[in-house]
């Protein structure tokens, strides 16, 4: 079996854009194109039982609306019980009318006796409403809210559930969009694993090295494009026997193909193409190791591929091969070995640990 080093790039891209926007919920390009797929379904869900909890709440709080009536009303009567006990236990403690033989004294102390009562009774009264509102205000005010909840759900029903499922739905329209913006980035995840998995079936003389990000620590300058190139990053870097293939894999509709916004693929490998000449000719007899030959300095050949998953332009381009997929093995089989395994292993090794993303 081939051997494979690093995520597919497109993939590492999602995965951090996904961390980064805190969506951490989904663990394969599969899910997120399933969430996609099913929405409208999911938003439909999130609203059918929200609609279920506020009908719910509803029934909830006309049962603790009546409830509350009653506790209310039961404490009323229990402090007008007890006030109209005590005030009648006052009362038969106030002297009848003064008679024509009482004394003086006594007609002045019954006097008295019967005002202090008297405003006994009226304390009573006034201390028994004090302790009704008291007692009953924490009850009248959880009645007044619940009420107004239950007048607002019985004639807002529908603004009721978009409040109360705002957050959610809010939430899983973020993803949707962020997830939306990354489709490009998730079809190019799919068609760089095809790629991987084809290539998966060579055997271990093959090496292949996904995602290749390098840095130039001073930039080199592209005379054909009159350029500065400072990095370069391809999607996968086969090395064999028969030399380095740069593989570009690009999972393009029809209409993409067509689109004149996107850049040339073939530019893009051309220039990955004349920086990694570059870099591995400075490592040749350092880092890189290649058998002396008599007729001179040997080179690395590496040659230019382009992976269609879907569609492919019916044109032939020059500077790189235009390939589908189910073309990809037979292409890289038909060449002839020019590297020993010692010296495929020598660039693998080089190349591994050059890239951003070794792993």
């Known amino acids: 079996m081939c051997n494979i080093y690093n995520a597919v790039g497109c993939l590492t891209t999602i995965k951090k854009e996904l961390s980064e926007k805190r969506i951490h919920n989904f663990n394969s390009i599969k899910e997120l194109l399933s969430f996609l797929d099913n929405y409208q379904f999911i938003h439909a869900e999130i609203i059918a039982k929200t609609q279920f909890s506020i009908r719910e709440e509803k029934n909830e709080l006309a049962t603790e609306i009546n409830s509350l009536e009653i506790l209310i009303d039961q404490t009323t009567a229990n402090i007008h019980e007890s006030l109209t006990n005590e005030v009648e236990a006052i009362r038969q403690k106030i002297p009848t009318r003064c008679k024509h033989t009482d004394t003086w004294h006594k007609r002045v102390y019954d006097l008295f006796k019967r ?11 006034h201390y028994a409403n004090g302790v009704l509102k008291q007692t009953t205000l924490p009850y009248r005010n959880q009645l007044n809210l619940k009420k ?23 939430e899983i329209k973020r993803k949707k969009d962020v997830i939306e913006n990354l489709k490009p980035t998730i079809f190019g995840a799919i068609g760089e694993h095809k790629v991987v998995k084809e290539l998966k079936s060579l055997s271990d003389d093959y090496f292949l090295i996904n995602d290749f990000c390098f840095r ?7 005379h054909k494009n009159r350029s500065y190139i400072k990095t370069i990053q391809i999607d996968h870097i086969l090395i064999s026997a028969a030399g380095i293939f740069l593989i570009e894999t690009k999972n393009w509709s029809n209409a993409s193909l067509k689109n004149l916004n996107l850049r040339s693929p073939i530019e893009q490998i051309q220039r990955t193409n004349y920086a990694l000449n570059t870099l591995l000719r400075n490592q040749v007899g350092h880092t890189i190791q290649l058998h002396n030959h008599h007729w001179g300095e040997r080179r690395i050949p590496i040659k230019n591929t382009i992976v269609l998953i879907n569609e492919r332009p019916q044109q032939e381009f020059r500077g790189a091969y235009i390939l589908r997929l189910n073309e990809l093995l037979k292409f890289v089989n038909r060449f002839e070995p020019c590297l020993s395994g010692y010296e495929v292993k020598s660039i693998a090794s080089y190349l591994r640990q050059a890239s951003i993303h070794s792993t």
Do not use: S, W
Not at 115 to 125: F, T, V
Not at 216 to 222: A, E, G, L, Q, V
């Open 216 to 222: 130039f620590d001073k930039p080199i300058y592209d």
């Open 115 to 125: 005002g202090y009562l008297n405003l006994r009774i009226q304390a009573k009264h």
């Open 148 to 170: 107004d909840r239950f007048l607002f759900i019985d004639t807002q029903f529908d603004i009721a559930v978009q409040q109360a499922c705002m957050l959610e739905t809010n």
